[in-house]
């Protein structure tokens, strides 16, 4: 397995996998959107490829806080296709995930999973996270997702 910076050209297999969990950007939604986060300095996505096959992704952000005097690391998506994540490539990914925030002199990683995910929940928690307090959120745009299957 190999983990590598996505490009433009993960874009297919990285839309693809968004799609396994309910989502539904189309395929130029997604080129757009990965175009946007590569841009951005404190911003990485890396993919994680099995004979050349994209099999996961890892979205991470730096982000500097008022109350704390180093960044705080967030993961915004972590991604395995389900024929795959038996390999352990979330925990590789996570992983690398954590080096790379280190690099960028993140205190914590801060990662959200959506509550009706229980066995990311389970993943998580296995590997050193902790469930946290309360988190609340306003939508300020309406999207719908589509149910996984």
């Not at 839309?15 to 080129?31: D, H, K, V, W």
């Not at 389970?122 to 999207?143: D, S, V």
């Amino acid at each position: 397995m190999n983990i590598r910076p996505a490009t433009l050209e993960d874009a297919e297999r990285i839309n693809a996998l968004c799609q396994t969990l309910g989502y539904s950007p189309t395929l130029e939604q997604t080129e757009e959107q990965l175009s946007r986060v590569m841009k951005q300095q404190r911003d990485a996505l890396f993919v994680a490829e099995v004979c050349d096959l994209v099999v996961g992704f890892i979205t991470l952000h730096t982000v500097d806080v008022v109350h704390d005097v180093q960044p705080w690391g967030r993961i915004s998506s972590l991604v395995v296709d389900e024929n795959f994540r038996d390999m352990t490539i979330g925990k590789q990914l996570l992983d690398h995930a954590e080096i790379y925030l280190k690099q960028q002199n993140c205190m914590r990683i801060e990662v959200t999973s959506h509550i009706s995910r229980e066995e990311a929940h389970g993943f998580y928690l296995h590997l050193g996270y902790r469930i946290t307090p309360l988190r609340f959120i306003k939508l300020l745009a309406q999207r719908v997702l589509v149910a996984a299957s």
